[in-house]
Structure formats: structure tokens, C-alpha cells
Nanobody, 126 residues
Framework: QVQLVESGGGSVQAGGSLRLSCAAF????????WGWFRQAPGKEREGVAL????????YYADSVKGRFTISQDNAKNTLYLQMNSLKPEDTAVYYC???????????????????WGQGTQVTVSS
């Protein structure tokens, strides 16, 4: 069982930066897929960035490539999403997620992930 607690959301102007954090509590191991999804009003939840710690493989949605970076601090059991050059279309609730094993269907599928955080709001104004 894994509990995920996000923080770091907020409001920022276009072009600004935010860093989301996701603290993990419970049993984690070296062979897990971690990720960030987001859901904008009226839209489906979409995978933004993934990382598989078994091989340090990463995935980014085309819409965020070159602007967002997913990373982990294993000592702190924390996942991060550094978001730079934010755009109004990045406005959404961002969710941290994790699952044991490799979950690498493309595009990322919500149903592949077992553990979810409560979500944190990111609002980007123009």
C-alpha cells in the first residue's frame, strides 16, 4: 500500500515556473512506475510525465516536452515535477500516481495506476 501526498500547486502567470512535490508513504521498491497526470475542466485525465525507477526511463507528453522535468529524491521518497515556461493551457488539477512494476502503455492510461494522490490545482493566467 502506498499513500501519495501532493503539494506545490498554485497560481502563476504565463512564462512562470512551479515545482510540484509528491511524498510517498508506505511500501515502495526499486521497480515502480511513477507519474503525473492532469485533468483540466471538461477534459479527460491525461498522462503528463512518467518515470520507471527500474531503468530510469522517462516519458513526457508532447505538450510538455522541453518545459517539464520529472525527477525523484529516493532518500526523501519524493517525486517532483518541475514546470517551466508555463502556459494557460497547463491549467489543471495535477495528480501524482504510482504503481508497482512497469506501466508503460502509450499514451499513459489512468487504469494502469493503482495509487493516486488527492490532486493539486495549477492555474496559469495569461
Amino acid at each position: 500500500q502506498v499513500q501519495l501526498v501532493e503539494s506545490g500547486g498554485g497560481s502563476v502567470q504565463a512564462g512562470g515556473s512551479l515545482r510540484l512535490s509528491c511524498a510517498a508513504f508506505g511500501y515502495t521498491n526499486a521497480y515502480m512506475t511513477w507519474g503525473w497526470f492532469r485533468q483540466a475542466p471538461g477534459k479527460e485525465r491525461e498522462g503528463v510525465a512518467l518515470v520507471y525507477t527500474g531503468g530510469t526511463t522517462t516519458y513526457y507528453a508532447d505538450s510538455v516536452k522541453g518545459r517539464f522535468t520529472i525527477s525523484q529524491d529516493n532518500a526523501k521518497n519524493t517525486l517532483y515535477l518541475q514546470m517551466n515556461s508555463l502556459k494557460p493551457e497547463d491549467t489543471a488539477v495535477y495528480y501524482c500516481t504510482a504503481s508497482y512494476g512497469l506501466r508503460w502503455n502509450m499514451p499513459p492510461r489512468e487504469a494502469d495506476f493503482r495509487y493516486w494522490g488527492q490532486g493539486t490545482q495549477v492555474t496559469v493566467s495569461s
